[in-house]
Nanobody, 112 residues
Framework: QVHFVESGGGSVQPGGSLRLSCTPSTGGVGLDAMGWYRQVPGKSRELIAGISVVDYTSYHDSVKGRFTISRDKINRKLYLQMTNLKPEDTGVYYC??????WGQGIQVTVSS
């Protein structure tokens, strides 16, 4: 079973920035579509940002212009750069590779 090391989460004030990263224990990040999902209590996970096999990126409307997904295929990392963070960005963020491979989740809290 693959595991992911996620890092970069934490607490930040509104308007601040964070960069999440995700590294798989096995395999790379270049051969599958990958994405970042967010979950808040009482709701299902929703796709926030995705990157296709050919590096086409897509974003949830709520984060367009503020978040950027990218990947480093050599170092096997998936990133989510988050800027101008808002309280509604608070949640647990999960990286995903393909269909079945999920990270364990990392908390992001935006609060003054």
């Amino acid at each position: 079973q693959v595991h992911f090391v996620e890092s970069g989460g934490g607490s930040v004030q509104p308007g601040g920035s964070l960069r999440l990263s995700c590294t798989p224990s096995t395999g790379g990040v270049g051969l599958d579509a990958m994405g970042w999902y967010r979950q808040v209590p009482g709701k299902s996970r929703e796709l926030i940002a995705g990157i296709s096999v050919v590096d086409y990126t897509s974003y949830h409307d709520s984060v367009k212009g503020r978040f950027t997904i990218s990947r480093d295929k050599i170092n096997r990392k998936l990133y989510l750069q988050m800027t101008n963070l808002k309280p509604e960005d608070t949640g647990v963020y999960y990286c995903r590779r393909g269909v079945d491979d999920w990270g364990q989740g990392i908390q992001v809290t935006v609060s003054s």
